[in-house]
T-cell receptor
Framework: DQQVKQNSPSLSVQEGRISILNCDYT??????FLWYKKYPAEGPTFLIS?????DKNEDGRFTVFLNKSAKHLSLHIVPSQPGDSAVYFC????????????FGTGTRLTIIP | KAGVTQTPRYLIKTRGQQVTLSCSPI?????VSWYQQTPGQGLQFLFE???????NKGNFPGRFSGRQFSNSRSEMNVSTLELGDSALYLC?????????????FGAGTRLSVL
């Protein structure tokens, strides 16, 4: 049962434009969400997070939006740069019960120069 | 500060063999989590150790086991290897609760089972 879903396995965006990566979750107990970025031959690195008490968090070119009623979050990258080409994973956790991170299947983002 | 170190980086084994993977967390981090990454499945949680105790376990068969030492270094063992165990195994460390603290990942061990 995939509780965190990234329905787009891949996405291509022109350099300088906005990249929008989407993530849906099914567990209403999730209250903390993170995005990780992974380059080939490297481990994932933390990008940005958001708590369920907020609906937006910004860090430079990266903004995460959370829509709790739709159980949906998105990562916006503006402007997109070639170095942003990577696989992006969203992850979620809950304060109750099983305190572990549940990851999505990832979206491969390719920035076209 | 040194990052998370996983050894070896690559392993080739045959079915039925067993394998041990090693993970050295960032100094001061007491929580170590292990994940399996396969194409199309994302990162599947294996288990998490904190202060030498397994605090959490994912839905993997008993052939997958782990342990943590007093210096927080962790090992993961897979016995009776199957072809489907071929994957990238990632280790991550965090200060305490991995659900609320940033996890720092190693580069992974790529295991190929022939």
């Amino acid at each position: 049962d995939q509780q965190v879903k990234q329905n787009s396995p891949s996405l291509s965006v022109q350099e300088g434009r906005i990249s929008i990566l989407n993530c849906d979750y099914t567990n209403s107990m999730f209250d903390y969400f993170l995005w990780y970025k992974k380059y080939p031959a490297e481990g994932p690195t933390f990008l940005i997070s958001i708590s369920s008490i907020k609906d937006k968090n910004e860090d430079g070119r990266f903004t995460v939006f959370l829509n709790k009623s739709a159980k949906h979050l998105s990562l916006h990258i503006v402007p997109s740069q070639p170095g942003d080409s990577a696989v992006y994973f969203c992850a979620a956790s809950s304060n109750f019960g099983n305190e572990k991170l549940t990851f999505g299947t990832g979206t491969r983002l390719t920035i076209i120069p | 500060k040194a990052g998370v170190t996983q050894t070896p980086r690559y392993l080739i084994k045959t079915r039925g063999q067993q394998v041990t993977l090693s993970c050295s967390p960032i100094s001061g981090h007491r929580s170590v989590s292990w994940y399996q990454q396969t194409p199309g499945q994302g990162l599947q949680f294996l288990f998490e150790y904190f202060s030498e105790t397994q605090r959490n376990k994912g839905n993997f068969p008993g052939r997958f086991s782990g342990r943590q030492f007093s210096n927080s270094r962790s090992e993961m063992n897979v016995s009776t290897l199957e072809l489907g165990d071929s994957a990238l195994y990632l280790c991550a460390s965090s200060l305490q609760d991995p659900a609320k603290n940033i996890q720092y990942f190693g580069a992974g061990t790529r295991l190929s089972v022939l």
